[in-house]
T-cell receptor
Framework: GQNIDQPTEMTATEGAIVQINCTYQ??????LFWYQQHAGEAPTFLSYNVLDGLEEKGRFSSFLSRSKGYSYLLLKELQMKDSASYLCAVSDSNYQLIWGAGTKLIIKP | GAVVSQHPSWVICKSGTSVKIECRSL??????MFWYRQFPKQSLMLMAT?????????EQGVEKDKFLINHASLTLSTLTVTSAHPEDSSFYICSARDSRDYYEQYFGPGTRLTVT
């Protein structure tokens, strides 16, 4: 079966760094996405990795290891507005997105 | 960037009535659109994949006669919730994939449905 695992909830302090991990087992792989979703809103695209390595985009970075079926999203210089759910999704062999349950990130002052 | 709109953004209807939700890709053509449902504090659940000009593909457990999907053009897909019940109350989100690539899905803002 297909499976995406990520922690249910994480707490971090404003100004700090947090890493959200995602492990996956899917039938085929055509890339891994990270989305941010604020409560009551639709997901917004953060990053896409299809090759191994680190992709940096401002305060957010995403890492992929295909051999390990592993990715992480790294958020630096945390701000209160970063409080949201972070969704990991893998595009499978049919280009369908397989979704993780999401990680709720709570930022404390 | 690619923009997807949904209408209405929220709707309240009485039990037994039907509700239609529209999903439009505003600045690109989408041969494939996806319909998701999200209950509070849960992740997205894919309901169906809609391909322009053909029948939608429904995920296991989703009643195709209850959730009617029409994708009549490259920029519009509709989801009709028929004979709605309170348990259908949820956040419905559509996404669209640009015909020119398989790389990303662009999400609409979602429609909050409340059935009383």
């Amino acid at each position: 079966g297909q499976n995406i695992d990520q922690p249910t909830e994480m707490t971090a302090t404003e100004g700090a760094i947090v890493q959200i991990n995602c492990t996956y087992q899917t039938s085929g792989f055509n890339g891994l996405f990270w989305y941010q979703q604020h409560a009551g809103e639709a997901p917004t695209f953060l990053s896409y990795n299809v090759l191994d390595g680190l992709e940096e985009k401002g305060r957010f970075s995403s890492f992929l290891s295909r051999s390990k079926g592993y990715s992480y999203l790294l958020l630096k210089e945390l701000q209160m507005k970063d409080s949201a759910s972070y969704l990991c999704a893998v595009s499978d062999s049919n280009y369908q997105l397989i979704w993780g349950a999401g990680t709720k990130l709570i930022i404390k002052p | 960037g690619a923009v997807v709109s949904q209408h209405p953004s929220w709707v309240i209807c009485k039990s037994g009535t039907s509700v239609k939700i529209e999903c439009r890709s505003l600045d690109f053509q989408a041969t494939t659109m996806f319909w998701y449902r999200q209950f509070p504090k849960q992740s997205l659940m894919l309901m169906a994949t809609s391909n322009e000009g053909s029948k939608a593909t429904y995920e296991q457990g989703v009643e195709k006669d209850k959730f009617l999907i029409n994708h009549a053009s490259l920029t519009l897909s509709t989801l009709t919730v028929t004979s709605a019940h309170p348990e259908d109350s949820s956040f419905y989100i559509c996404s669209a994939r640009d015909s020119r690539d398989y790389y990303e899905q662009y999400f609409g803002p979602g429609t909050r449905l409340t059935v009383t």
